[in-house]
């Protein structure tokens, strides 16, 4: 078992940045391969980005070259970089984990997930 819990969601204005953190307890977190999701009002939760046991970051097409995934192992710790931020990345954003070695796409593939934090964008 792990527990996850998100921070350093707020308002933010179009084009600027904001750094996610999920931090893991309860759990030996260098087991799990690590993801953020979003949820958007009315919408479908989606992948954002994931950070595998095996294997390269990766992430959705929509914030590539915009977003960046990082964990930290020894201090159970996943962040989540965004700059360029705009309107239609406003969500509620989750931190997710599973116990498998692979960074998978679909959110009924994690095990785990935090309370999520909301990012809202500004025009």
């Known amino acids: 078992q792990i527990r996850l819990v998100e921070a350093g969601g707020g308002l933010v204005q179009d084009g600027g940045s904001l750094i996610l953190s999920c931090a893991a307890s309860g759990g030996t977190f260098s087991m799990y391969t690590m993801a953020w999701f979003r949820q958007a009002p009315g919408k479908q939760r989606e992948f954002v980005a994931g950070a595998p046991l095996i294997g390269r970051v990766t992430y959705s097409d929509s914030v590539k070259g915009r977003f960046t995934i990082s964990r930290d192992n020894v201090k159970g710790r996943m962040f989540l970089q965004m700059s360029s931020l705009k309107p239609e990345d406003t969500a509620l954003y989750y931190c997710?984990?599973?116990?498998?070695?692979?960074?998978?796409?679909?959110?009924?593939?994690?095990?785990?997930w935090g309370q999520g934090t909301q990012v809202t964008v500004s025009s």
């Open positions: 997710a984990a599973r116990s498998g070695s692979f960074a998978v796409t679909a959110g009924g593939q994690y095990d785990y």
